[in-house]
């Protein structure tokens, strides 16, 4: 059975920093390409970042480049999101996900096989 499980979501004032992981368990992870997505509420799941299989390449949303960072650990079997800067519209559940295709940088929420619970980041103005 297939599990993502994020932790490290929390309140945060805006400016600070937060990480949130998540764990992988019964799955091939260095099979998949990583990513996290976040959902505010009344919108759509957004893509945040993605990371490849071998953690080499990494591409991120417009609203987060330069202040968040994505890595993976292939030996833990987990991937983790730092958020530096931030501010209150990144405020949402912050969902990890896997992706088995061929796509290596995949930003489409649909495509991705396995999904996480989600984490809760607030930040506070």
């Known amino acids: 059975q297939v599990q993502l499980v994020e932790s490290g979501g929390g309140l945060v004032q805006a400016g600070g920093s937060l990480r949130v992981s998540c764990a992988a368990s019964?799955?091939?992870?260095?099979?998949?390409?990583m990513g996290w997505f976040r959902q505010a509420p009344g919108k759509e799941r957004d893509f945040v970042a993605v990371?490849?299989?071998?953690?080499?390449?990494?591409a991120y949303a417009d609203s987060v480049k330069g202040r968040f960072t994505i890595a993976r650990d292939n030996a833990k079997n987990t991937v983790a999101l730092q958020m530096n800067s931030l501010k209150p519209e990144d405020t949402a559940v912050y969902y990890c996900?896997?992706?088995?295709?061929?796509?290596?940088?995949?930003?489409?929420?649909?495509?991705?096989?396995?999904w996480g619970q989600g984490t809760q980041v607030t930040v506070a103005s």
């Open positions: 996900a896997a992706y088995s295709g061929g796509n290596y940088l995949i930003r489409t929420p649909h495509e991705y096989d396995y």
């Open positions: 990371i490849s299989r071998s953690g080499g390449s990494k």
């Open positions: 019964g799955l091939s992870f260095r099979s998949y390409v």
